[in-house]
Every structure is written in C-alpha cells, then in structure tokens.
C-alpha cells in the first residue's frame, strides 16, 4: 500500500510541476483523479509489486568518469558522421555486427546497448539474452565496438572488472 501511495504521490507531484496549475480546484481534481488513474492501471497490471527492489548500478568513481567520456564519444561521432554527409569522399560502409556484452545484468546491458545507439553513426537493433546486434555507418565505428572500450566501461559502471 505504501508503495501505491509513493507512486500516486510522484505522479501527482510530477503533474503539478509540469501543469503549473496550484490554484484552480477544477484542474486540481483533474490532475488527482487522472494520477489516480495512472496507480490503478499499474496495480492491475501488476508493475506495483511490493517484493520488488529497483535495479541500481552502484554508485562509484566510474559512474562519475563514464558520463563525461560517453559525451565526448558523442561529440567525436557527431563530427564523423557529419564529414561524411559533407565530404562525398570519406566512405560509408554500413555494417551489421554482433556482439557479446560482459555486463552481467539487464540493466548493465541496457545501459552499454543505449550508450551505443546515443552515439551517432551506430544504432542497436536487437538485444536479446547475451547478444546485441548493431547497425554501424562505417566499418571504422564497428571496430571500435569490436574493440570493446565501451564494453568494458559499463561493465566496471556495474561493477566488474
């Protein structure tokens, strides 16, 4: 019950941030009632469990190092994919790859098969159990990922090796 209650109060709260609606009553029921709504919808599709626990990567001194190093990695990729729509010289070589991921949960998958479709010039296609297939622009950036700096990374984010 406790935990409804939470979710009912998050999404209120998120409505009336995103509304700015604090003094007229008429939307002000709206907004409860839909929140209300919303909990409903989650208790009868069951996403409400009580023994659940959030997944949560621990925090460290990498989590801290990632986020930086994955901006840069966007920026230099931003720059790459856009020589190649202007200069008609630098090759394009479209290149569907698989890959093993080291992460050992989920969620550490998710993160590297998100951080790979983040970066321009590279888009995850499939993830499926211990196996991620990827769509890369050029071979160049499918051998980066064969390379595994990324991999690696996230592992240690989830903390690995």
């Keep these: 019950m406790l935990r409804t209650l939470g979710l009912w109060l ?8 995103l509304s700015g609606y604090f003094d007229v009553p008429l939307l002000l029921s709206f907004g409860v ?12 599709a069951e996403v409400i469990d009580p023994e659940e ?8 001194i990498h989590l801290l190092g990632y986020w930086p190093w994955l901006l840069w990695q966007i920026v230099l990729s931003n720059i790459d994919v856009a020589r190649r729509i202007v200069d008609p010289k630098l090759p394009i070589s479209p ?3 698989t890959l093993k991921p080291t ?9 590297y ?11 995850t296609t499939h993830l499926s159990g211990d196996t991620l297939e990827v769509h890369a ?6 051998d980066s ?4 700096d990324m991999d690696r990374r996230v592992t240690r984010l989830e903390g690995g090796k």
């Design 53 to 60: 626990q959030p997944p949560r990567l621990p925090l460290s």
């Design 33 to 44: 009632l839909s929140c209300a709504l919303v909990v409903f919808v989650a208790w009868r």
């Design 145 to 148: 990922l064969v390379e595994g």
């Design 113 to 123: 098969a998100n951080s790979i479709t983040l970066t321009p010039g590279t888009v």
């Design 103 to 111: 992460q050992r949960s989920d969620l550490g998958r998710f993160i």
């Design 95 to 97: 290149t569907l790859i």
């Design 10 to 17: 998050f999404c209120f709260g998120l409505w009336l941030l």
């Design 137 to 142: 622009l050029t071979r160049e950036a499918a």
